[in-house]
């Protein structure tokens, strides 16, 4: 028996499900991790009393934590009464842990993050010194090299915050160095080569998952935070657009105002303002992200209660249109590029949606609306598919069609394996927690074949 918790009578048989309900409890950051080994002790003791009652161990399980209450219920009334406390913690005192937490460690969290923000700009604007523009149609670097002066310092931020092993240190960045040396060291012939348009597209992808590695404290292997990575990614790609929106709108206006004297800013704008803020607001979005989780739930469930329903109508409309009219995809390159897009963003929304569902909790009506979304997405991919290999029949292979092969296939077996383990879910011989490993086993798959196409299509297609 583990000596932490001796009234648990077989800890082997049900640990999975224990720590899929601890990782539910420790995202709702407003309770404190002494509460929440609290609550876990209680949750074990009453497992043990209704196992000695007869019960089987999942039946002990789904009993027990029936009987603690809703989580996320107790969340939420903690922080409606604590309201005020809970946006001074969040705009002024910035912390992200509990209540013990010293008082400046927010504040030092905060200025840390807006350090390596600052540094991430001036990274930016290196290459001017250099002699490099930052336009694209006079250089590539910015181009082929924007996520490799970006990303590291976000991985910077989560590993000061978390921080990881030296020898996961050292391997993120010999990733970054390995991926900087080949992509730089590549003679593309012109901008015009569609390896290149693939290796723009696939490298952030690929390095994206060491971002993630650095934001789980350098232990992905069975880590319950590794969806909370999934949830930062969606809400990092929301609040990085606002900051974009906002930024926008400031440089219109800093446009407006300095025409009114007559003086033009748009070589300032263009050169230095632009470049820095791209690479700033990263920084600063992870920052954001991260804070406002410390105090208050994230955004992914309602997220996903509003766009699941609406893109599986959407799918399902599509299909049934296909179905009823005759007409299958159009094997036109454009109209497989937009059929392939909106695939990428039904499985980063199924994963977006996977995320925000507690793996212990109840079928619902959402879930049920999910497994229509992976059907409905299933027979689109495999008529995409087909309409693919239409094209490579009729015209050969190239670097594009190859990649879209590439990638419906592994959309093909991930949503493929997401129905099946949903629907196991779904009649009870299953759990959601598989559901989680799997899609969280996949991101490797999907930065493994994203990493191939970036820096392994070029070489094998002679950089054309």
């Known amino acids: 028996m583990d000596a932490n918790h001796p009234l648990d009578p077989t800890p082997s048989a049900i640990e999975a499900q224990v720590d899929a309900w601890r990782g539910h409890l420790r995202r709702s950051r407003t309770i404190s991790e002494e509460d929440a080994a609290e609550l876990e002790d209680h949750l074990r ?20 934590v029936k009987r603690m209450g809703a989580i996320d219920a107790l969340t939420r009334e903690f922080a409606v009464e ?25 504040t030092r969290t905060m200025w840390v993050a807006l350090g390596l923000a600052v540094a991430a700009a001036v990274a930016m604007k290196i290459p001017a010194l250099f002699g490099v523009p930052f336009d694209p149609d006079a250089s590539l670097f910015y181009p082929k090299n924007i996520s490799l002066l970006v990303l590291p310092f976000i991985v910077a931020y989560f ?45 952030p992808i690929a390095l994206w998952l060491g971002v993630g590695v650095a934001y789980v404290g350098g232990q992905w292997r069975g880590n319950p935070r590794r969806m909370d990575f999934v949830r930062f990614t969606g809400e990092f790609f929301i609040y990085y657009v606002l900051i974009a ?51 208050i739930e994230n955004m992914a469930p309602v997220l996903a209660r509003i766009f699941v329903p609406l893109f599986t109508l959407v799918l399902l409309a599509f299909v049934v249109t296909m179905a009823a009219t005759g007409r299958g995809i159009d094997v036109e390159r454009e109209i497989l590029i937009a059929v392939d897009l909106l695939l990428v963003v039904v499985f980063g929304l199924l994963l977006y949606s996977i995320s925000a569902r507690d793996p212990v909790g109840a079928p619902g009506v959402l879930d049920w609306i999910q497994l229509v979304l992976v059907g409905t997405a299933l027979v689109v991919d495999v008529l995409a598919l087909w309409a693919i290999g239409a094209r490579i029949t009729d015209f050969g292979f190239t670097p594009n069609r190859l990649a879209a092969l590439g990638m419906n296939v592994v ?47 070029p070489p094998l297609f002679g950089f054309r």
Not at 91 to 104: F, I, Q, Y
Not at 275 to 285: D, E, F, L, M, T
């Open 45 to 64: 003791e009453q497992i043990a009393s209704l196992g000695e009652r007869g019960l089987s161990e999942d039946e002990a399980f789904l009993v027990a």
């Open 82 to 106: 604590h309201s005020d406390r809970l946006w001074k913690q969040l705009v002024l005192d910035g912390r992200s842990g509990g209540e013990d937490e010293p008082r400046d460690a927010g």
């Open 159 to 203: 590993a000061w915050e978390r921080p990881v092993p030296s020898q996961v240190a050292l391997g993120l960045a010999g990733v970054f160095l390995v991926a900087a040396a080949a992509v730089n060291a590549f003679p593309y012939p012109s901008d015009a080569a569609h390896t290149l348009s693939l290796t723009l597209i696939h490298l």
């Open 245 to 295: 929106l906002g930024g926008g709108v400031l440089i219109g206006l800093t446009f407006a105002l300095f025409q009114a004297i007559g003086l033009d800013v748009e070589p300032v704008v263009v050169n230095w303002i632009l470049p820095s803020g791209i690479a700033g607001a990263a920084v600063v979005a992870a920052w954001l992200v991260e804070a406002k989780q410390a105090v």
């Open 411 to 457: 959309l093909l077996v991930n949503l493929a394996g997401s129905g099946v383990l949903y629907l196991r879910a779904l009649r009870g011989r299953g759990t959601f927690a598989r559901v989680w490993e799997w899609q969280m086993g996949y991101l490797w798959v999907i930065a493994a074949w994203a990493a191939v196409v970036a820096l392994g299509f």
